[in-house]
């Protein structure tokens, strides 16, 4: 299939298969994303089809590469041979030390956690071992045996607990869900008034609601934190999203009715000059309350609700299984904070980067691996065959498995970490009172 036939058959598919709406600006330099509006579950929707219908062969590397921005982009992938890493040098290493050295980099893959450690980044202390809340974050499974990172009966008291005392920043919510929408925004339009230069204040809002802004996952809702401040405009209002590395001015209007939304409730505000650096005795009790070294509940979250469509519990259907995964690439990305934790205990231990690297190339192959399930089960609830819900299920066992070794490596450097520490001793096995309420 020539270029010019694989761009016409991606426009048919959106057009006539997906009904997307946003093609007005199609053609091959057309941004995916940022032109297009789709998403990742979108695009992995559009390759399936063109696998499908199209005939188009789709390598197993292509579902997982991350450097596809236009429409041109993907016809260069899922051209014959185009799959296979290219043959161009590597990105030079930050620093000859590795994780060692200054480590520049760092992830974004959870707008709480991102909003309370962006200060902590610039006094000079280190935020990585508060990552590991998130590679097991809590989400939910809804009526109709769906997946969710979100619900109305999630809040994130342990990750404040945790924050606060680790860090030693009360981070104070102004959001009293007892009242309504109108007091709380009243609220925040008093707090932004007489807000203290180094006070920041972090709101919940409805991100399907600012469509000026890059939403890579067009969740609706989508419920996400930022901070925001008063601008020299008051119509406008100076917005910094850590988690989407983004810092603007939006419409004081527009904020507001995200704001509003009966989507969303919550908001903090914190001082971030108050932090100090967490004590060994904090962090051990904060590890032994979050690792959870026997179990992966992703994996078994996503196990069951497969069970649960193929066998029909409920009057459940194959067809539906899509839809209910919809928001698995949501937790899917969750799974990169393993590499803050590694980090952390490596930077502290002195141990060499190259075993380092080798654990950041599995834990690659985690999140890649649950890219290509996703992959799986569309294509399962696309064609309704049975005989691919083995594969699936295959599939979902060697991912436990690669979990489990993710997290027996980490087991033994906490093990080793707390025996550095002659006032920890030997590792404990993680609290069963766990995470606080």
Known sequence: MSNE????????????EMHHPHLDRFGPEARLNEDLYLDSVQLLQLILALELT?????PEAAINRQDVSTVADLVRLLAPGAAEPSAEPAEPEASSEGVHGAMPY????????????????????????????IWDAEFAITDGSRLAYHSDAMDHESFRYWFERLYGVPLVPWYDHS?????????????????????????????????ERENKFNQNPFPHYLLVERSDDPALWQVRDPDFRWEGVIERERMLNAIRQPSVAGGYRFDPARAHPPRDADLAAFFDACFRFD????????????????????GLRLTDLGEALRELPVITIRKWAYEHGFAFFWRALRW?????????????ALVNGLTALHYAVLKLARTGDTAELAPVLARLDALD???SAIKRQLASAYAAWRQKSPDLGHAAPPSRERLPA
């Open 5 to 16: 036939t694989l761009i016409t058959a991606i426009g048919t598919v959106l057009r006539e």
């Open 106 to 133: 760092d992830l974004k893959i959870h707008c709480f956690v991102s909003c309370v450690c962006d200060g902590l980044k610039h006094r000079g202390i280190d935020h990585r071992p508060f990552y590991a809340l």
């Open 401 to 403: 498995a690669q979990e």
């Open 54 to 58: 199209h005939g188009v062969s789709v």
């Open 352 to 364: 060499p980067d190259p075993e380092f690297q080798r654990i950041c190339d599995e834990i690659e």
């Open 295 to 314: 179990t992966n509940p992703l994996i078994d979250a996503a196990r069951a609700i497969v069970l649960a469509h193929a066998e029909g519990r409920g």
């Open 179 to 211: 009242r309504s929408k109108d007091e709380n925004v009243a609220t925040l339009l008093d707090l932004l008034e007489h807000r203290e230069p180094d006070t920041r204040i972090m709101v919940m809002l409805d991100m399907f609601h600012l469509p």
